[in-house]
C-alpha cells in the first residue's frame, strides 16, 4: 500500500503543477498573439505598404521629381536639397514639416484620383518666389 505524500510533499506538488499551469498559459497566450498577428499579415496582403509614394527634391524655390504618379492613397517624400528651409504640400490638403537643409521628410496626402494638383511650399515668400509644381495624377 502506497504511503501518502506529506504536508510538504503536498505543496510541492501544487506549486509545480500551478507552474506547469502557468507557463502553458503563457506559451497559449504567445501562440494566440502570434496567429494573431499572422492573420493581420494575411489580411492586409502581407503587411505591405500600398501608397503610391511621390519621390521629391526641394531646393532654392524648385519642387522636383515625381511628379507624375498613378492615382491612389498618395504619400509625398522630400528631401530638402536647398540651404534654407522648405515644406511641401498639396494646395488645400496636408503639408510635410519644415525641412532644414540635408533632412528628409514625408506627408500622406491621402485618396488622389486622375487630375492636376498644385503642389507648393508654404514658407513665407516661398510660393511667391515660384517654388509650385504640378503633380500629375493618372489611371491606376
Do not use: F, W
Not at 500551478?18 to 494573431?36: I, T, Y
Not at 522636383?64 to 536647398?82: C, H, M, Q, S, T
Not at 511641401?88 to 487630375?115: K, M, T, Y
Amino acid at each position: 500500500m502506497a504511503k501518502a505524500p506529506s504536508r510538504r510533499e503536498q505543496r510541492y506538488l501544487e506549486q509545480k503543477a500551478r507552474k506547469r499551469r502557468m507557463v502553458l498559459l503563457g506559451v497559449g497566450a504567445l501562440v494566440l498573439v502570434l496567429l494573431g498577428g499572422l492573420a493581420l499579415l494575411l489580411a492586409d496582403g502581407g503587411g505591405g505598404d500600398d501608397k503610391v509614394v511621390a519621390s521629391l527634391t526641394l531646393d532654392e524655390y524648385t519642387i522636383e521629381g515625381d511628379l507624375e504618379i498613378p492615382a491612389g492613397d498618395i504619400r509625398l517624400e522630400a528631401v530638402n536639397v536647398g540651404a534654407i528651409p522648405h515644406n511641401v504640400g498639396v494646395r488645400g490638403g496636408a503639408i510635410s514639416a519644415e525641412l532644414r537643409s540635408g533632412e528628409e521628410g514625408s506627408v500622406d496626402i491621402g485618396e488622389l484620383g486622375p487630375g492636376t494638383y498644385e503642389l507648393y511650399c508654404d514658407v513665407l515668400g516661398h510660393e511667391a518666389q515660384g517654388m509650385v509644381a504640378t503633380l500629375t495624377v493618372t489611371d491606376a
